[in-house]
Each structure stands twice: as C-alpha cells, then as structure tokens.
C-alpha cells in the first residue's frame, strides 16, 4: 500500500473544480503524487445534489490533502516470454 498526497491546482472563479455530473451523479476528480509517480483518482460522491457534491467534495479533498490517501499499488504483468507473439523481439 502507498501514501499519495495532492497536488491541487483550484480555481476559484469556478466554483464547480474537480467535479463532474455523469448521468445525474456528481463525480469528483483529482490526482495523487507519490514515490516520484501519480495517479489519477475518480471517485462518485453518490449524490444527484450539487449543493451536497460540492460539500462531498470539500470534505473529501481536505481530508486527503491533510492526511493523504492510501492507494493499492497496480499490478504489473510482466510477459516472460514473447513465444505467443512471434512478431515482437525475442
């Protein structure tokens, strides 16, 4: 597991930054920096309410800017062999 942290860029002449209505749900985006490496984050805040995403969404980013985020770290499938594909250096 690896601890992410931030980087928030806001602007505030948009009150809407980091959020997204998808079909009526209000999503909220951001990115986490960790060991010289990022990720991008979506997350749903499961409302159709944008007065209740845009608190969803403030409580969310500052306690992840705060304490950061634990986040699972990827799996890698590394190919051993590239016997199955025969066009591709050995």
């Not at 969803?56 to 634990?70: C, F």
Request: charged share 25%; proline share 3%.
């Amino acid at each position: 597991m690896l601890l992410g942290f931030p980087s928030l860029r806001v602007d505030h002449a948009n009150s809407l930054h980091h959020l997204w209505c998808n079909n009526g749900t209000w999503w909220v985006h951001y990115t986490l920096h960790f060991d010289h490496r990022k990720r991008r984050i979506r997350r749903s805040l499961k409302t159709s309410d944008l007065t209740e995403a845009v608190r969803r969404r403030d409580e969310l980013l500052a306690r992840v800017s705060i304490g950061g985020e634990v986040i699972a770290e990827q799996r890698q499938f590394a190919r051993t062999s590239n016997a199955a594909y025969p066009f591709l250096p050995q």
